[in-house]
């Protein structure tokens, strides 16, 4: 059996990218997105009808006296829940969809737009139970988690690097968390210079810590690893509940034979010997500042996020310009 045959057994495959044809390749259970992914996605010609039919969408719904800009920023939203709906056709669970990165430290904002993610899936006759809106893994992202759990709105709280904010997420009772395991690895290879075998990998050992905390004191927080940068990892962190993993990764794992050993394990976690870390803000702002490494890569990634959306939102804005030029008779 390959690596992938064998991963499925033991643990929930997802699928990381906009590509709908690499989602029918490997047909995972769940699939997660964000704009940078879409972003790629949005520039293959395959997808170009999805992409036009969004942006006049907006463009009827603002008015012809809305600028490119202002239709552009508008379909983003939509253009998300328009991929997430063709791969929610192909795929038999969850697809994730994420609140603008701009809006991480402000809770409301966050909350709106994740009612606002969700309403536009129901008006397409998808369940919100098939639906993870995807937050930063903010304090104030997580509290608008909190907030959105308890409307039965799902969320996968991204961009996370630390334990403390774990603890808080599964406090706050999101549904599933994204530790971002090879952006950690990133951070200590440039911080101390060294490279590191899968085993001793900071973002496995990051997420395997995360594990074994949640399964210890019974958390229902489902722990998915995210970002990865080679197979290695994924195969230390077998067993883990979810693992999200880019196509040209699957396709390693799906071309590699071997035995796959079985690496992380609730029974095995509910034997270790934890101290349990009460979380509240204080805590919370005290563990983050502690931590550089997460300190560093969270306001990175917001960042990463953000200039990804405003990337798309320039692409969106120029193909809405020549759309419309085309659509002028001669």
Sequence with gaps: MTLLEQLRKMTVVVSDTGDINAIEKFLPRDATTNPSLITAAAEMPAYSQIVDDTLMTARKQLGDAAAPEAVAKHAFEGLAVEFGKKILAIIPGRVSTEVDARLSYDTDAMVATGRKIIKMYEDAGITRERILIKIASTWEGIQAAQVLEHEGIHCNMTLLFGLHQAIACAEAGATLISPFVGRIL?????????????????????????????????????????????????????????????????????????????????????????????????????????????????????????????NLEKLLAKRITVLEHEAVPA
């Design 186 to 310: 990133d951070w200590y290879k440039k911080d101390t210079g060294r490279d590191y075998a899968p085993a001793e990998d900071p973002g496995v050992v990051s997420v395997r810590a995360i594990y074994d905390y949640y399964k210890k004191f019974g958390y229902k927080t489902e722990v998915m690893g995210a970002s990865f940068r080679n197979t290695g990892e994924i195969i230390e962190l077998a067993g883990c509940d979810l693992l999200t993993i880019s196509p040209a990764l699957l396709a390693e794992l799906d071309s590699t034979e071997g035995d796959l050993v079985r690496k992380l394990d609730p029974a095995i976690s509910a034997t270790l010997v934890l101290e349990r870390i009460p979380m509240n803000r204080k805590t919370f702002d005290r563990m983050h500042a502690e931590n550089r490494m997460a300190s560093d890569k969270l306001a990175e990634g917001i960042e990463g996020f953000s200039k990804a959306l405003v």
